[in-house]
């Protein structure tokens, strides 16, 4: 499976964003798809991840009630709407996907995008 993310770039504090990923070389609705990020200087995190249908969703705490994440099968996408974005939000993005639920490892990830928040 490949997965290409995009859609990052600077922003203002308080902007938004929505971050893309797309899929290919394998069932995308067979996989769960994960946000996870990366700040300079700091160990790579979880952000949320997302079930097979995009029925259920869990998110990290410190991006709850911000962030969004959610699924197109049919275009074989995973979204992250990034809202009231801090500078504390400025990491590589990267997309990853595993077929287990409860799984601590992905099989597979993207080559990340860069999210910038200035204050």
């Known amino acids: 499976v490949q997965l290409e993310e995009s859609g990052g770039g600077l922003v203002q504090a308080g902007g938004s964003l929505r971050l893309s990923c797309v899929a290919s070389?394998?069932?995308?609705?067979?996989?769960?798809m994960g946000w996870l990020r990366q700040a300079p200087g700091k160990e790579r995190e979880f952000v949320g991840r997302?079930?097979?249908?995009?029925?259920?969703?869990t998110y990290a705490d410190s991006v709850k009630g911000r962030f969004t994440i959610s699924r197109d099968n049919v275009k074989n996408t995973v979204y992250l709407q990034m809202n009231t974005l801090k500078p504390e939000d400025t990491a590589v993005y990267y997309c990853?996907?595993?077929?287990?639920?409860?799984?601590?490892?992905?099989?597979?990830w993207g080559q990340g995008t860069q999210v910038t928040v200035s204050s």
């Open positions: 997302i079930n097979w249908s995009g029925g259920t969703t």
């Open positions: 070389g394998g069932i995308f609705s067979n996989y769960v």
């Open positions: 990853a996907a595993r077929r287990n639920w409860y799984s601590r490892e992905y099989d597979y």
